[in-house]
Nanobody
Framework: QVQLIESGGRLVQTGGRLRLVCEAS????????VGWFRQAPGKDRDFVAA????????DFDDSVKGRFTISRDNAKNTVTLHMSKLKPEDTAVYYC????WGTGTKDPSQYTHWGQGTQVTVSS
């Protein structure tokens, strides 16, 4: 059974840093692109960042470029979202998702497996 488990979300002040980790099990992790998405209350689930299956291509939403980075460790079956210079508008539930042989698309419908999410709250 495939599981994606996000961790690392918490309350942080504006300008602070967080590291979100997505740990996968039950799938061939190195064959999957992993994306991070976020959903604020009353809003759609939006793309944040992604890394392709081989790890040589990443993509970021314009709102987080220069502030967030993404990395993967296939030996540990993890993808980490490194978040810095956090803003109140980054407050949301953050989800990771996996896409077999994916390129790291921004389209959430391309991702087959999803985690349960982790809450990030940035106080002003």
């Amino acid at each position: 059974q495939v599981q994606l488990i996000e961790s690392g979300g918490r309350l942080v002040q504006t300008g602070g840093r967080l590291r979100l980790v997505c740990e996968a099990s039950g799938l061939t992790f190195s064959s999957h692109a992993v994306g991070w998405f976020r959903q604020a209350p009353g809003k759609d689930r939006d793309f944040v960042a992604a890394v392709n299956w081989s790890g040589n291509r990443t993509d970021f939403d314009d709102s987080v470029k220069g502030r967030f980075t993404i990395s993967r460790d296939n030996a540990k079956n993890t993808v980490t979202l490194h978040m810095s210079k956090l803003k109140p508008e980054d407050t949301a539930v953050y989800y990771c998702a996996a896409d077999l042989w994916g390129t790291g698309t921004k389209d959430p419908s391309q991702y087959t497996h999803w985690g349960q999410g982790t809450q990030v709250t940035v106080s002003s």
